[in-house]
């Protein structure tokens, strides 16, 4: 009894590592899925003490099934971040190739005694299953996550639960079959089926995958060319504080030569309403210019100082539309994050386009230590840009920073 129990132990720890390794994971990993672990020989010898007692049988089965599926959820929430509906759809996988890995090797073994009149040593089952998870790790198991993460909306999970019980049933069909009197036919219909569902299962996967992405990509292709279109009203708001500021300064200093006596101190509060807001940058591209003073005022409005030393020769090879909505997208994550520091005297952003080392080097940093999600918009769009350009981004929490760093090939 001791070897069916560490048998079934290997098929479940293994299926459950398998697609576990791929994801993200909690900061103590290593102790919670030892404890997993732990907790799945307790199972085996559960359900192996309980074939023991009563036989195997049909209802057994399918209960022994739905307890591991369900245990596999709770383990996989314990061990990952993921939502329920994440883990449920993970354990169901975990099943179907725990239970896969097991019947393949039972196909094999009785192929060849009974057929191919061969002896397979008891060693050759950790090996072919090593193979055959390690197969799944690195095809499977890799590239159906996004970011980490299963992504599982009620279609994909209620599709993902029918498609296991039909693999169930299918098991069912296969539980009787052993010996010399095995139906060859039932038994290559039901293991086809199997593997049906596993395909099917997979393809699904991909199919919600490509779906989701496509949105993402409508949504990132909207806000992508609002953003574009917006620069040319940015450019004419620019245009015309810039006038109304450079007109008041000559009605203040008209007002200072005809009427000396006036109020002194009400005038240089004009002066200084009017400076506040002539915030033109210079900085030799005109594109560059408009987001600047754009993004400054905006800083202002908010509190943060922006200080930038911009080449905008740097970047004259973005077309308009790319080089406003970069800059515009660098500056709203910048500033989003200067909002979260709680001291205003550090409320900064040091913004550099420099020409180095034959690259273009753009780089904004916020005196904190909360990262950006990677999920936001702004920094999708920065790395649509930034890719479409060949070049490289990197964001990054160090020294008390929080920079975005961009690469361009000079």
Same mark, same amino acid.
């Given at each position: 009894?001791?070897?069916?129990?560490?048998?079934?132990?290997?098929?479940?720890?293994?299926?459950?590592?398998?697609?576990?390794?791929? !994801?993200?994971?909690?900061?103590?990993?290593?102790r919670?899925?030892?404890?997993?672990?732990?907790?799945?020989?307790?199972?085996?010898?559960?359900?192996?003490?309980?074939?023991?007692?009563?036989? &195997?049988?049909?209802?057994?089965?399918?209960?022994?099934?739905?307890?591991?599926?369900?245990?596999?959820?709770?383990?996989?929430?314990?061990?990952?971040?993921?939502?329920?509906?994440?883990?449920?759809?993970?354990?169901?996988?975990?099943?179907?190739v725990?239970?896969?890995?097991?019947?393949?090797?039972?196909? !094999?073994?009785? *192929?060849a005694?009974?057929?191919?009149?061969?002896?397979? @040593?008891?060693?050759?089952?950790?090996?072919?299953?090593?193979?055959?998870y390690?197969?799944? $790790?690195?095809?499977?198991?890799?590239?159906?996550?996004?970011?980490?993460?299963? $992504?599982?909306?009620? $279609?994909?999970?209620?599709?993902?639960?029918?498609?296991?019980?039909?693999?169930?049933?299918?098991?069912?069909?296969?539980?009787?079959?052993?010996?010399?009197?095995?139906?060859?036919?039932?038994?290559?219909?039901?293991?086809?089926?199997?593997?049906y569902?596993?395909?099917? @299962?997979?393809?699904?996967?991909? &199919?919600?995958k490509?779906?989701?992405?496509?949105?993402?990509?409508?949504?990132?292709?909207?806000?992508?060319?609002?953003?574009?279109?917006?620069?040319?009203?940015?450019?004419?708001?620019?245009?015309?504080?810039?006038k109304?500021?450079?007109? @008041?300064?000559?009605?203040?200093?008209?007002? $200072?030569?005809?009427a000396?006596?006036?109020?002194?101190?009400?005038?240089?509060?004009?002066?200084? *309403?009017?400076?506040?807001?002539?915030?033109? *940058?210079?900085?030799?591209?005109?594109?560059?210019?408009?987001?600047?003073?754009?993004?400054?005022?905006?800083?202002?409005?908010?509190? #943060?100082?922006?200080?930038?030393?911009?080449?905008?020769?740097?970047?004259?090879? !973005?077309?308009?539309?790319? &080089?406003?909505?970069?800059?515009?997208?660098?500056?709203d994550?910048? #500033?989003?994050? *200067?909002?979260?520091?709680?001291?205003?005297?550090?409320?900064?952003?040091?913004?550099?386009?420099?020409?180095?080392?034959?690259?273009?080097v753009?780089?904004?940093?916020?005196?904190?230590?909360?990262?950006a999600?990677?999920?936001?918009?702004?920094?999708?769009?920065?790395?649509?840009?930034?890719?479409?350009?060949?070049?490289?981004?990197?964001?990054?929490?160090?020294?008390?920073?929080?920079?975005?760093?961009?690469?361009?090939?000079?």
């Amino acid at each position: 009894m001791m070897v069916m129990v560490l048998s079934a132990w290997v098929y479940m720890a293994g299926a459950q590592l398998c697609f576990w390794l791929p !994801l993200k994971r909690r900061p103590d990993f290593a102790r919670r899925a030892a404890l997993c672990f732990a907790a799945d020989l307790a199972l085996a010898a559960l359900v192996m003490a309980g074939v023991n007692r009563c036989g &195997l049988s049909v209802p057994g089965f399918v209960a022994a099934s739905a307890g591991f599926m369900v245990w596999s959820a709770v383990a996989t929430r314990l061990c990952t971040p993921m939502n329920t509906s994440g883990s449920v759809y993970c354990a169901v996988w975990v099943l179907l190739v725990a239970e896969t890995a097991h019947e393949l090797w039972l196909i !094999l073994v009785w *192929a060849a005694q009974h057929r191919l009149h061969w002896t397979f @040593l008891p060693g050759w089952q950790p090996v072919t299953l090593v193979l055959y998870y390690l197969l799944l $790790r690195y095809t499977a198991a890799r590239t159906m996550p996004q970011e980490g993460i299963y $992504r599982i909306g009620p $279609r994909q999970l209620v599709s993902g639960l029918l498609l296991s019980a039909i693999f169930v049933v299918q098991s069912v069909m296969l539980l009787f079959q052993r010996g010399e009197d095995v139906n060859a036919a039932l038994v290559v219909s039901a293991v086809l089926t199997q593997l049906y569902c596993l395909t099917l @299962l997979y393809m699904q996967t991909e &199919l919600f995958k490509k779906s989701a992405m496509k949105k993402e990509m409508d949504m990132l292709n909207l806000l992508y060319e609002r953003q574009r279109r917006q620069y040319l009203v940015a450019r004419k708001n620019v245009q015309l504080i810039n006038k109304r500021c450079h007109d @008041l300064k000559v009605q203040i200093a008209d007002l $200072r030569r005809l009427a000396p006596s006036a109020a002194e101190a009400q005038l240089r509060e004009a002066e200084a *309403a009017a400076a506040a807001y002539d915030t033109a *940058a210079d900085t030799g591209n005109e594109v560059l210019d408009v987001v600047l003073t754009e993004k400054t005022l905006l800083c202002q409005a908010d509190g #943060i100082r922006l200080h930038s030393v911009a080449d905008g020769a740097c970047v004259r090879f !973005l077309e308009a539309g790319d &080089l406003y909505t970069l800059f515009s997208n660098v500056l709203d994550v910048c #500033i989003q994050q *200067a909002k979260t520091v709680p001291e205003p005297e550090r409320r900064m952003i040091d913004l550099a386009v420099v020409h180095r080392q034959g690259f273009a080097v753009i780089s904004a940093a916020v005196p904190t230590q909360i990262a950006a999600p990677k999920e936001d918009y702004p920094l999708k769009v920065i790395h649509r840009i930034v890719e479409n350009h060949n070049g490289v981004l990197t964001c990054e929490c160090a020294g008390g920073f929080y920079t975005v760093k961009i690469l361009f090939p000079g």
